[in-house]
């Protein structure tokens, strides 16, 4: 199992920002697309943001123009920038990340243990 390991989570204002970190630990071959989702109380799992290897990102229609992803791939971390926070962002942020172990290896998804992020005034 290679761990995510996600930090930056917290209590912030409405209107505030944070960033969230993701970090691939341990040996691997490669890493293929990279994502924040969140899961607020009592709803489903939605995908926030998320990058291709090449940089090619998309986002959740509600989050646009407020987050940022961006990689950096000699790190092997993720980050997920949020500005002008609202309070139904309040939720629970997990990193994914696409992986592959080894040369002659499958590519499988793996999760972060999730960071929580609350907007509250």
């Known amino acids: 199992q290679v761990p995510l390991v996600e930090s930056g989570g917290g209590l912030v204002q409405p209107g505030g920002s944070l960033r969230l970190s993701c970090a691939v630990s341990g040996s691997i071959f490669s890493i293929n697309a990279m994502g924040w989702y969140r899961q607020a109380p009592g709803k489903q799992r939605e995908l926030v943001a998320a990058s291709t290897s090449d940089g090619i990102t998309n986002y959740l229609d509600s989050v646009k123009g407020r987050f940022t992803i961006s990689r950096d791939n000699a790190k092997n971390t993720v980050y997920l920038l949020m500005n002008s926070l609202k309070l139904e962002d309040t939720a629970v942020y997990y990193c994914?990340?696409?992986?592959?172990?080894?040369?002659?290896?499958?590519?499988?998804?793996?999760w972060g243990q999730g960071t929580q992020v609350t907007v509250s005034s």
């Open positions: 994914n990340a696409d992986l592959k172990l080894s040369l002659g290896g499958s590519i499988y998804s793996y």
